[in-house]
């Protein structure tokens, strides 16, 4: 995509686009995926991009979001290539998810441990009965859509679009059983002495 731009310089796409086709948008996400999994992935300025894969993801979805915002597609000129102006609109979102206060951290199933120096056997303790106590919290939750929602998104790290659209529930109710999860295990936690 170095000298060619497909939105910028297909007119024929453009104006399909511009009109909200489904045909186009979905051209659109396919051809310029990379460059908003870019914004997200690699980042930009001070920011390194989302580690988390499922942060990177919401980061892109959310990224083709506002750029196919009526005011958004009305806004691109057709003369500039689309690859920047996509760019633009994905560090704007960005910010704004950074700047966002996050309710709740995604874990990989396990607190985040500080780097330490090896052969540190009270550390070593430490980490083994957090491992065990985590163990515990998971196998605690027995009602299947919450454990299917705990291994998904805190394990595995899987969208809440993707998790919602693969269980048959509604986003809203994915993030409330998200919400009720990361409540419970932070208490679950504390009643054992590691938050």
């Given at each position: 995509?170095?000298?060619?731009?497909?939105?910028?310089?297909?007119?024929?796409?453009?104006?399909?686009?511009?009109?909200?086709?489904?045909?186009?948008?979905?051209?659109?996400?396919?051809?310029?995926?990379?460059?908003?999994?870019?914004?997200?992935?690699?980042?930009?300025?001070?920011?390194?991009?989302?580690?988390?894969?499922?942060?990177?993801?919401?980061?892109?979805?959310?990224?083709?979001?506002?750029?196919?915002?009526?005011k958004a597609r009305d806004?691109?000129?057709?003369?500039?290539?689309?690859?920047?102006?996509?760019?633009?609109?994905?560090?704007?979102?960005?910010?704004?998810?950074?700047?966002?206060?996050?309710?709740?951290?995604?874990?990989?199933?396990?607190?985040?441990?500080?780097?330490?120096?090896?052969?540190?056997?009270?550390q070593d303790l430490i980490?083994?009965?957090?491992?065990?106590?985590?163990?515990?919290?998971?196998?605690?939750?027995?009602?299947?859509?919450?454990?299917?929602?705990?291994?998904?998104?805190?394990?595995?790290?899987?969208?809440?679009?993707?998790?919602?659209?693969?269980?048959?529930?509604?986003?809203?109710?994915?993030?409330?059983?998200?919400?009720?999860?990361?409540?419970?295990?932070?208490?679950?936690?504390?009643?054992?002495?590691?938050?």
């Open positions: 995509m170095a000298d060619t731009d497909l939105l910028r310089d297909d007119a024929k796409l453009r104006a399909a686009f511009k009109a909200g086709e489904r045909q186009a948008l979905s051209e659109v996400y396919r051809v310029y995926y990379s460059v908003a999994h870019n914004v997200a992935g690699r980042g930009f300025g001070n920011f390194r991009g989302f580690w988390n894969p499922a942060d990177r993801e919401d980061a892109v979805q959310a990224i083709f979001a506002a750029a196919f915002e009526p806004s691109y000129n057709g003369l500039d290539p689309y690859t920047a102006f996509l760019r633009g609109i994905g560090q704007n979102v960005v910010r704004r998810m950074l700047e966002r206060d996050a309710r709740f951290k995604r874990t990989d199933g396990q607190p985040e441990l500080e780097f330490r120096p090896p052969d540190d056997t009270e980490d083994a009965e957090t491992h065990t106590v985590v163990r515990r919290f998971r196998e605690s939750v027995s009602e299947p859509t919450e454990s299917a929602i705990l291994d998904r998104y805190f394990v595995e790290g899987e969208a809440e679009e993707k998790l919602a659209e693969g269980m048959g529930l509604t986003r809203y109710r994915v993030r409330k059983v998200i919400a009720l999860l990361d409540r419970r295990m932070r208490r679950f936690l504390k009643q054992h002495g590691l938050e």
